[in-house]
C-alpha cells in the first residue's frame, strides 16, 4: 500500500482549513485516512501549522511520499532535516548527540530569522500608523484653517452688514433732535 502525507480540506467556502493526514493513495482527498499529524492554517499571517513532528518524522522514515505543499511544510518544521541529520548518524558520519546540537543550532536560527521577521513587520506597521496619523494632522490642520477663514470672513460680512444699518439709524436719530432745535 502505497502512503501518502497530504493535506485535507475543511473549512467553509473561501476559508480553508487544513488537516495533514496519512492516507492510502488511492483514497480521495477528503475521505478515509490512516492518521491525522497536524493541521495548516494558511489564513492566519504567517500561516499556522499544528505538527506532531514524531509522528511525521516516522512516516517519513518509513517512506511515505509527502504531496509538494506538505513537503514545504514539512521541511520549515525541520522534519527533513532531521531525517538528513539522522542520516548522517546511520553512516556513522557524527554521532547522535552532535546530530541533536546541529539541530537545535538550526531551530534556534530560524526561531531568531522568524523573530527579526516579525519585529521588523510590527516596525512597519507603525511606521505606516505613524505616517497615516501624521496625513490626518495635515489635512485636520487645512480644514481647520479653511473653517477660520470663512468664519473671519462671515464676522467680517456680519460687521459690514450692521455698520451701513448703525449709520442709516444715526441719521434718522439726528433728524428728530434738529427738527426740535428750530421750533
Same mark, same amino acid.
Given at each position: 500500500?502505497?502512503?501518502?502525507?497530504?493535506?485535507?480540506?475543511?473549512?467553509?467556502?473561501?476559508?480553508?482549513?487544513?488537516?495533514?493526514?496519512?492516507?492510502?493513495?488511492?483514497? @480521495?482527498?477528503? $475521505?478515509?485516512?490512516?492518521?491525522?499529524?497536524?493541521?495548516?492554517?494558511?489564513?492566519?499571517?504567517? #500561516?499556522?501549522?499544528?505538527?506532531?513532528?514524531?509522528?511525521?518524522?516516522? !512516516?517519513?522514515?518509513? $517512506?511515505?511520499? @509527502?504531496?509538494?505543499?506538505?513537503?514545504?511544510?514539512?521541511?520549515?518544521?525541520?522534519?527533513?532535516?532531521?531525517?538528513?541529520?539522522?542520516?548522517?548518524?546511520?553512516? $556513522?558520519?557524527?554521532?547522535? %548527540?552532535?546530530?541533536? #546540537?546541529?539541530? +537545535?543550532? !538550526?531551530?534556534?536560527? /530560524?526561531?531568531?530569522?522568524?523573530? %527579526? *521577521?516579525?519585529? /521588523?513587520?510590527?516596525?512597519?506597521?507603525?511606521? +505606516? &500608523?505613524?505616517?497615516? *496619523?501624521? =496625513? +490626518?494632522?495635515?489635512?485636520?490642520?487645512?480644514?481647520?484653517?479653511? *473653517?477660520?477663514?470663512?468664519?473671519? =470672513?462671515?464676522? %467680517? +460680512?456680519?460687521? =459690514?452688514?450692521? &455698520?451701513?444699518?448703525?449709520?442709516?439709524?444715526? @441719521?434718522?436719530?439726528?433728524? @428728530?433732535?434738529?427738527? &426740535?432745535? =428750530?421750533?
Amino acid at each position: 500500500m502505497a502512503t501518502r502525507i497530504r493535506l485535507q480540506r475543511h473549512g467553509r467556502k473561501s476559508y480553508a482549513f487544513y488537516s495533514i493526514v496519512i492516507a492510502d493513495s488511492r483514497a @480521495p482527498r477528503d $475521505g478515509k485516512f490512516i492518521e491525522k499529524i497536524g493541521t495548516y492554517n494558511p489564513n492566519t499571517n504567517p #500561516a499556522t501549522v499544528d505538527l506532531n513532528f514524531d509522528a511525521a518524522l516516522a !512516516w517519513v522514515l518509513k $517512506g511515505a511520499q @509527502p504531496s509538494d505543499t506538505v513537503r514545504n511544510i514539512l521541511s520549515r518544521e525541520g522534519v527533513y532535516m532531521k531525517k538528513h541529520l539522522m542520516g548522517g548518524v546511520a553512516k $556513522g558520519a557524527f554521532g547522535e %548527540a552532535e546530530a541533536d #546540537a546541529k539541530f +537545535e543550532a !538550526w531551530k534556534n536560527n /530560524k526561531q531568531s530569522g522568524l523573530a %527579526a *521577521l516579525k519585529a /521588523k513587520q510590527d516596525e512597519e506597521k507603525k511606521a +505606516e &500608523a505613524k505616517a497615516r *496619523l501624521e =496625513a +490626518e494632522k495635515k489635512i485636520n490642520e487645512v480644514k481647520a484653517k479653511a *473653517l477660520a477663514e470663512k468664519k473671519a =470672513a462671515e464676522a %467680517a +460680512e456680519k460687521a =459690514a452688514a450692521e &455698520a451701513p444699518a448703525e449709520e442709516a439709524a444715526a @441719521p434718522a436719530e439726528e433728524a @428728530p433732535a434738529t427738527e &426740535a432745535a =428750530a421750533e
